[in-house]
């Protein structure tokens, strides 16, 4: 059964760092793996998503890796800015094509400091 | 190009009463997925459809049920309220399930159960 760990659960950091958000899975047989954004009581907003073939995305100052042999993923955001300040969800696809079913991890709480 | 809508945005109910929630996916996307997220257990997979037949179900009792429409439009429906359900539901489209795409998420609908 396919499980996905984020970790920190939360993270509070001064505004300008660059900083890594970690995500990490049981099941290296994922179709692609997701980063979304939660705003407090909000919806998801997809920030990048990696195919399993792919080894990185990036958008703008967020860079997102893929490891799937080890079955790892980071987030990198570059010079954080207050308005990053949500909780990061990342989720894989399930192996299988037939399905578009994610699975989610419990997200990392980002804070920054202005 | 519209998002993925969801409506109502809020819900309150009393245990025992029967709940039917709307999502209307981004227009020329045929698949919908449901999920649900509470603060102790995440996000969950509820179901998936394409094409008006459900393609997966997760782990949730008969109480919940979904449909989809000819126009792609999908609702879910939880009969016999539960305190416990009372959560954010979140419906996500995508181009269709094997396309391995990015699902995008409507800013959900949130169920207070009294």
């Known amino acids: 059964k396919q499980e996905v760990t984020q970790i920190p659960a939360a993270l509070s950091v001064p505004e300008g760092e660059n900083l890594v958000l970690n995500c990490s899975f049981t099941d290296s047989a994922i179709y692609n793996l997701q980063w979304f954004r939660q705003d407090p009581g909000k919806g998801l907003t997809s920030l990048l998503l990696?195919?399993?073939?792919?080894r990185e995305q990036t958008s703008g100052r967020l860079n997102a890796s893929l490891d799937k042999s080890s079955g790892r993923s980071t987030l990198y955001i570059a010079a954080s800015q207050p308005g990053d300040s949500a909780t990061y969800l990342c989720?894989?696809?399930?192996?299988?094509?037939?399905?578009?079913?994610?699975?989610f991890g419990q997200g990392t709480t980002l804070q920054v400091k202005p | 190009k519209a998002g993925v809508t969801q409506t109502p945005r809020y819900l309150i109910k009393t245990r025992g009463q029967q709940v039917t929630l709307s999502c209307s996916p981004i227009?020329?996307?045929?698949?919908v997925s449901w999920y649900q997220q509470t603060p102790g257990q995440g996000l969950q997979f509820l179901f998936e459809?394409?094409?008006?037949?459900?393609?997966n179900k997760g782990n949730f009792p008969g109480r919940f049920s979904g449909r989809q429409f000819s126009n792609s439009r999908s609702e879910m429906n939880v009969s016999t309220l539960e305190l416990g359900d009372s959560a954010l539901y979140l419906c996500?489209?995508?181009?269709?399930?094997?396309?391995?795409?990015?699902?995008?998420f409507g800013p959900g609908t949130r169920l207070l159960v009294l």
């Open positions: 990696i195919q399993s073939s792919q």
């Open positions: 227009s020329g996307h045929r698949s």
């Open positions: 459809y394409f094409s008006e037949t459900q393609r």
């Open positions: 989720a894989v696809r399930d192996g299988s094509s037939n399905t578009g079913k994610l699975i």
């Open positions: 996500a489209s995508s181009l269709a399930v094997g396309s391995g795409g990015t699902q995008y």
